[in-house]
């Protein structure tokens, strides 16, 4: 692989795509493309394989059908404890080595309630903390575009986790305002961050 630095990196399964799209998004200049079949694993190992020739991202768009707290890869649900599992403190943070990079999950209702929250967190702490950066998704059901791809979300909140450089602190943010408490400190979502096993 020849260019070494993409402004995206867009991760779909070829089924969504093929479902949602009349014209399939190709990389472009400023994109790179991984349309997946085989879930997870490959994944995992297509992006291994970017780290090993020293490829880098600013930012993320992860597609697929999703609920309260995953998303789905092909026919692999992707929840907190996989993104703990699979790709935390396991170096596929060196994709994002920049400040203030952005991963984004189009799917439905991904950021939904407790579990949102912490799939948020586990995402942004497992591929956004070697610069810092941010996970968000929303909370309603997602209508994608049959030309574009693009999903609308036309309801619900938009849900952000920030993990500073490093990944030691987190900041919450409901529609792009930060979460405090009555005196202005960063605190936890008021419905709180299941960190329970799913």
């Known amino acids: 692989?020849?260019?070494?630095?993409?402004e995206l990196l867009s991760i779909d399964s070829v089924d969504t795509l093929r479902s949602r799209m009349v014209f399939k998004r190709e990389s472009s200049d400023d994109s790179?493309?991984?349309?997946?079949?085989?879930?997870?694993i490959e994944m995992k190992r297509r992006m291994r394989e970017l780290i090993?020739?020293?490829v880098t991202f600013r930012n993320c768009i992860v597609?697929?059908?999703?609920?309260s707290g995953h998303i789905k890869v092909c026919s692999d649900s992707i929840t907190r404890r996989v993104w703990y599992d699979h790709f935390y403190r396991q170096g596929f943070d060196r994709l994002f080595p920049t400040s203030n990079g952005r991963l984004?999950?189009?799917g439905c209702n991904v950021a939904e309630d407790p579990h949102g929250w912490a799939f948020l967190a586990a995402a942004a702490r497992s591929l956004m903390s070697n610069g810092g950066g941010s996970a968000?998704?929303?909370?309603s059901v997602g209508f994608g575009s049959p030309f574009s791809g693009h999903e609308r979300h036309l309801w619900g909140d938009t849900k952000a986790v920030m993990v500073s450089a490093g990944?030691?602190?987190l900041r919450y943010y409901r529609n792009w305002n930060?979460?405090?408490?009555?005196e202005g400190n960063p605190t936890l979502p008021e419905e709180g961050v299941d960190e329970s096993y799913y």
């Open 63 to 67: 597609t697929g059908h999703g609920s």
């Open 178 to 182: 930060l979460i405090t408490d009555a």
């Open 136 to 139: 968000f998704g929303w909370t």
């Open 167 to 169: 990944g030691d602190t």
């Open 1 to 6: 692989m020849g260019r070494k630095y993409y």
């Open 104 to 106: 984004y999950f189009g």
């Open 52 to 54: 090993e020739d020293g």
């Open 32 to 40: 790179y493309s991984m349309h997946l079949e085989d879930g997870l």
